[in-house]
C-alpha cells in the first residue's frame, strides 16, 4: 500500500513539473512584430508607421470609428504582407488581422509554421484552424489571413452584445404590446 502511495506521489512530481513547462511553452504570441495586442491606438500608429511590413501613411489610411470606443485602421501591406486591419475597443487594440500575400506564401506553409511553434491546433475545419490559451486566439484562414485576438476583450464585448440584445428585445416587446 505504502508503495503505491509513494508511486503516485512520485508520478505527480514528474508529471506536474512537465505540465507546467508544456503550458508555459504554448503561450501565444500576442501580436506581429512589434504591433501587439492591448496596444494603444496612439502605439500602434506609431508602430505601424516604422513596420517595413506595412505602407502605412498615417491618418488617411484611417478608415473608419465604428463608435465612440470602437475604431479601425486599416493599412497596405508591403512584402508579404497585403494588408493590415487593427481593431480597437476602448483604445487598445484587441485584433489584428493580416491578409498574406498568396503569390509569396500558401495557407500550408502557414499552418506548418503555426504547428511547429504552438503544436497541433486545437480546432480545425477545412476552412480554417485555431490556437488559443489564456489571453489570446490565433487564427488562421483560407485562403491566407492570419488573426491575433484578446480573448479577454471578445469576451466583454460579447457580454455587452448580450446585454443590449437583451434590452431591445423587450423594448420590442414592449412595443408589440401596444397593438
Same mark, same amino acid.
Given at each position: ?15 506536474? %513539473? ?26 500602434? /500608429? ?13 491618418? %488617411? ?42 503569390? /509569396? ?7 506548418? /509554421? ?28 483560407? %485562403? ?10 471578445? /469576451? ?24
Amino acid at each position: 500500500m505504502k508503495s503505491i502511495g509513494a508511486a503516485v506521489w512520485c508520478t505527480l512530481l514528474l508529471v506536474v %513539473p512537465v505540465s507546467t513547462i508544456a503550458a508555459q511553452e504554448s503561450t501565444l504570441r500576442r501580436g506581429f512584430r512589434d504591433i501587439q495586442l492591448g496596444s494603444t491606438f496612439q502605439e500602434a /500608429q506609431e508602430r505601424l508607421a516604422s513596420e517595413g511590413a506595412f505602407a502605412y501613411r498615417g491618418e %488617411p489610411d484611417l478608415s473608419m470609428s465604428l463608435s465612440r470606443s470602437e475604431s479601425v485602421i486599416d493599412s497596405e501591406g508591403r512584402g508579404f504582407v497585403d494588408r493590415g486591419l487593427l481593431q480597437f475597443s476602448s483604445d487598445r487594440l484587441y485584433i489584428l488581422t493580416l491578409y498574406l500575400d498568396q503569390t /509569396q506564401l500558401d495557407y500550408f506553409q502557414m499552418f506548418e /509554421q503555426l504547428v511547429s511553434r504552438y503544436g497541433d491546433p486545437p480546432e480545425l475545419t477545412p476552412r480554417w484552424a485555431r490556437w488559443e490559451d489564456d489571453r489570446t486566439r490565433i487564427e488562421l484562414e483560407r %485562403p491566407l489571413t492570419v488573426r491575433y485576438l484578446d480573448r479577454q476583450v471578445l /469576451q466583454e464585448l460579447g457580454s455587452r452584445v448580450g446585454i443590449e440584445r437583451a434590452i431591445g428585445s423587450e423594448e420590442r416587446d414592449r412595443f408589440l404590446e401596444e397593438f
